[in-house]
């Protein structure tokens, strides 16, 4: 009975170093700051490295706890090499085809731009050594990444390659090493992975267009309506007010703009499922595109409104407030008269103020709730409240703000300046538009239709249902 109970027990013992799993060794060719951040998280990890390098005893400050070799000593001694060399350094390699042939060969360089070479890298190494397997990886992550370990936003790791065997030590390594991997398939895949670290700002390419866009056009909008037309109809020089001035209002309008364009798509969208009656049918591509860039154009437009209440801050201390400030005080010391207080204005700029305040507070909310290290640890429910509830009531209170702004301007002639309108009455037509739209979806009878679209339900076509019943 004893020697049965033995036969399946389990020991609590600690392992004998004996018995302890032997540490893999791995091979990095390249002692740049690459390999060597690779080579230091690699030793975190449990695996043992070497270096192979063309001047293994000069080769410069290594991790401790490696060892350097020439190339061949290096590849004979790992059945996995990480290839951290440029390309145009490759040319060496094919001397080593004998020592690497059977190894799994790491591709993980990168060009300075695209379609440098007629074909990638990976594929360039594959050919130069065609006993070898290589699997590109590793190459969308920088030596930064590497040294301090994945974050939410490098945390994924792509592959491919024509071995699934090799492709599989590979993704082995990246797991230990605490990445997401994610396989993009065979070898030919390669320029597609080449080509991720080449593209600049891809998410916030159109958001930025449409700011430049809407900015150049504020401005000069303005400065026609503002500078120009007080310097050919008044005859006075205000070009001053360029700076300051002018920046402090093209700013919120532009902000503002954005904000409402986060929003118009799901509104867009809501009508076209209640159109539809499904919500099984696809967006059409635009819409699509435009959702998908819809946190790149908050965070724009909280840039631009961030710059409008630095430029609001400085109002105060600048050259000609304090100059009007001056020659209006004179003015009444020598006429003798003191200007009444209106409890209307007091009301109104104080309205004014404190709604900005509540608006922009809300607006850094919803900023910083899209952060990918904030949002990590929010519920579904909790992030979509702050981003969908808090986010019409912040385009609510950053609407209004600028209601409290016009006032009753726009029932004086003289706000229309060559027939222009004001920059702020511009800038509420979309916010308006989708704050009234956003108000119909809240209608009892049109939430409860889009609730039930949303949860699978479907409207049948009575043309499809007399269809369906001729035919049966």
Same mark, same amino acid.
């Given at each position: ?86 390309? @145009? ?38 050919? *130069? ?34 071995? *699934? ?71 006075? !020089? ?46 059409? !591509? ?48 020598? @006429? ?5 207080? !209106? ?21 850094? *909310? ?59 009455? *511009? ?46």
């Amino acid at each position: 009975m004893s020697k049965e109970v033995n036969s399946e027990s389990v020991s609590l013992c600690p392992l004998s170093t004996a018995a302890a799993t032997e540490q893999e060794m791995l091979c990095i060719f390249g002692t740049g700051d690459l390999g060597r951040s690779l080579g230091q998280r690699l030793l975190q990890t449990g695996y043992k490295v070497v270096y192979g390098s063309r001047r293994p005893h000069s080769c410069g400050p290594l991790p401790p706890g490696t060892q350097a070799m020439s190339h061949v000593a290096a590849a004979q001694s790992a059945r996995l090499v990480f290839v951290c060399i440029h390309r @145009e350094n490759y040319n060496f390699l094919e001397t080593l085809a004998p020592q690497l042939k059977g190894k799994v060969l790491v591709d993980v360089s990168n060009n300075l731009k695209k379609n440098m070479y007629p074909e990638a890298n990976a594929e360039y190494l594959q050919r *130069l050594i065609p006993g070898a397997q290589v699997v590109k990886g590793f190459n969308t992550l920088s030596a930064w990444a590497l040294q301090n370990g994945p974050s939410d936003a490098n945390r994924q790791v792509y592959v491919c390659g024509n071995s *699934l065997e090799a492709k599989q030590a590979v993704i082995e390594v990246a797991t230990k090493l605490g990445f997401t991997v994610l396989d993009r398939g065979s070898l030919t895949a390669a320029r597609e992975l080449e080509d991720f670290p080449l593209q600049l700002f891809p998410e916030w390419r159109l958001p930025l267009q449409l700011a430049t866009g809407l900015t150049a056009f504020f401005f000069f909008y303005l400065l026609i309506r503002d500078v120009i037309y007080s310097y050919v109809v008044n005859d006075k !020089d205000i070009s001053f007010r360029i700076m300051a001035s002018l920046a402090n209002k093209v700013f919120p309008i532009v902000s503002l703009i954005m904000l409402s364009l986060c929003y118009l798509p799901g509104v867009i969208a809501a009508f076209l499922q209640l159109y539809r009656g499904t919500k099984y049918k696809r967006f059409p !591509d635009w819409l699509d595109r435009w959702m998908l860039c819809r946190k790149q154009l908050g965070l724009v437009a909280l840039a631009l409104a961030s710059l409008h209440v630095l430029y609001t801050l400085i109002i105060p201390i600048r050259y000609y407030v304090r100059y009007r400030l001056a020659a209006h005080t004179i003015s009444q010391i020598k @006429e003798n008269k003191t200007s009444p207080f !209106d409890t209307t204005m007091a009301w109104r700029t104080d309205s004014y103020y404190v709604i900005g305040i509540l608006g922009f507070g809300l607006y850094l *909310l919803l900023g910083i709730t899209s952060l990918p290290s904030v949002s990590n640890v929010l519920s579904w429910r909790e992030f979509s409240f702050i981003q969908s509830k808090l986010g019409y009531l912040t385009l609510f209170f950053c609407t209004f703000h600028t209601y409290l702004y016009g006032w009753d301007t726009f029932l004086q002639p003289s706000s229309y300046k060559w027939f222009m309108l004001p920059g702020y009455m *511009l800038s509420l037509v979309v916010p308006s538009v989708v704050l009234v739209l956003k108000l119909l979806l809240l209608l009892p009878c049109v939430d409860s239709t889009l609730t039930r679209i949303r949860q699978g339900w479907e409207r049948t076509d009575p043309e499809q249902e007399r269809k369906k019943l001729l035919l049966t």
